[in-house]
């Protein structure tokens, strides 16, 4: 029993008689009754009653017509999920992030990609930079946010523009002068939680400065570190975005690191010559419209880096 014959009898039975569902089907009259024939002949059970002028279903027919309208609903349903997920409609996207990039950014990107495209779900991955990126290669996801400068012969990436690391610290431990700074020859001799990514960076300074600076911990978990903080570990590096994990109950101050100051990218980037899902490729899109291009202005949105130029800071 093939679909145009389940579509055919579908159509018979709604309509009530031959004409009517001819008419509905384009078909001649004669050619639709001779269908519904061949249709009882191959089943080799009869499905309407004769000598109505208006169908009237055997058991068969009405059990026949059942099962035939959950068939059609579910290959109706299946061609339309189909075109959504070609379209980028619906379907899933599989993203990897860093803490401090997804904390910031994601809460709002997927809200508004929601809004728009409410059929597409997400699969997230939370991991350093690293291992980020390595899920990238491995297909894992598609796309991937970090603060790793991606190779531009494997990536193509969105660079966001850069963003200062800060020195968050416990109010009863707090270091520098400065309300709102702290100079790195000031964190001499303080206890230092210092993410993985940015150690090297911060060696070179601490050196220039003219000491070797005291790290008790290393941790690439921003909200382990951030707690750290507030048990009254130490003094924390952490990047400016970092700041909407912390409670406003005033236990932790944040203040910029200056002389020299540091700073930090955000990177969206997903595999070169591979093709990713249409819902991935709007999602790339309205993090370009939502981060690279709104409010910036045709100028400031030429200086600011774009796909596959290298990020200078950290």
């Known amino acids: 029993m093939e679909i145009k014959d389940m579509q055919a009898f579908y159509a018979v039975v709604q309509e009530g008689n031959i004409s009517h569902a001819a008419l509905r089907l384009d078909v001649a009259q004669p050619a639709l009754s001779r269908q519904m024939k061949r249709l009882e002949e191959g089943l080799g059970v009869q499905l309407f009653e004769r000598g109505s002028r208006r169908i009237r279903l055997t058991e068969a027919g009405s059990r026949l017509y059942a099962r035939v309208e959950h068939i059609l609903s579910m290959v109706d349903g299946t061609v339309r999920e189909i075109t959504e ?48 990126l390595e899920m990238l290669d491995s297909r894992v996801i598609e796309i991937g946010l970090t603060r790793t400068q991606a190779d531009a012969n494997l990536y193509e990436s969105l660079i966001l523009p850069p963003e200062p690391l800060m020195m968050v610290m416990n109010r009863h431990h707090l270091c520098g002068a400065s309300p709102e700074e702290v100079r790195v020859e000031e964190l001499k001799e303080q206890p230092i939680i210092l993410p993985l990514r940015w150690k090297g960076t911060f060696l070179i300074h601490c050196k220039r400065a003219g000491f070797m600076p005291y790290i008790i911990c290393e941790s690439d978990s921003i909200v382990q570190n951030a707690l750290a903080v507030r048990a009254g570990l130490g003094i924390a590096l952490l990047p400016m975005s970092a700041r909407c994990l912390l409670t406003d109950d005033g236990q932790l101050v944040m203040k910029r690191l200056v002389g020299p100051e540091i700073m930090a990218h955000t990177v969206l980037s997903w595999l070169k010559n591979h093709t990713l899902s249409a819902a991935a490729h709007h999602f790339i899109d309205l993090f370009r419209e939502m981060f690279l291009v709104s409010s910036k202005g045709e100028e400031e949105q030429e200086r600011s880096p774009l796909i596959g130029q290298e990020s200078q800071g950290v």
């Open 85 to 132: 997920i070609g379209s980028g409609l619906a379907g899933t996207i599989r993203l990897g992030t860093v803490t401090s990039s997804g904390a910031l950014l994601l809460p709002e990107l997927m809200r508004e990609f929601h809004q728009r495209v409410p059929q597409v779900t997400f699969q997230i991955w939370e991991a350093e930079g690293t291992r980020v």
